[in-house]
């Protein structure tokens, strides 16, 4: 299974980004996915997860009503489309498949891409 992540790049605060990641090596698009993001000195955090039954999707609470993600399960494809970018926003975003969850909520990834740097400067 691999993972190729894009669409990272700078931007000013309040600007927007699309990423973007491409899920290969796998018959079809049956499991979870989803973005984390490593912000500078901090541990890997999650940030969104569209589940394939229902399409339900998840957001960590310091994206919500700025970042959407959607999937394309058609050409295995997942998308994160970030507005209203912060500079805390910065952060090298992962993109991962076959993501579960914790009872306590933790959400993970068995599969991993190779993350695509966002710089926001305000």
């Known amino acids: 299974v691999q993972l190729q992540a894009s669409g990272g790049g700078m931007v000013l605060a309040g600007g927007s980004l699309r990423l973007s990641c491409v899920v290969s090596?796998?018959?079809?698009?049956?499991?979870?996915m989803g973005w984390f993001r490593q912000r500078p000195g901090k541990e890997r955090e999650f940030v969104a997860a569209?589940?394939?039954?229902?399409?339900?999707?998840h957001y960590a609470d310091s994206v919500k009503g700025r970042f959407t993600i959607s999937r394309d399960n058609t050409n295995n494809t997942v998308h994160l489309q970030m507005n209203s970018l912060k500079p805390e926003d910065t952060a090298l975003y992962y993109c991962a498949s076959d993501l579960t969850r914790t009872l306590r909520g933790d959400w993970s990834g068995s599969y991993w891409g190779q993350g695509t740097q966002v710089t926001v400067s305000s």
């Open positions: 569209s589940t394939w039954r229902l399409d339900s999707k």
């Open positions: 090596g796998r018959p079809s698009s049956r499991y979870a």
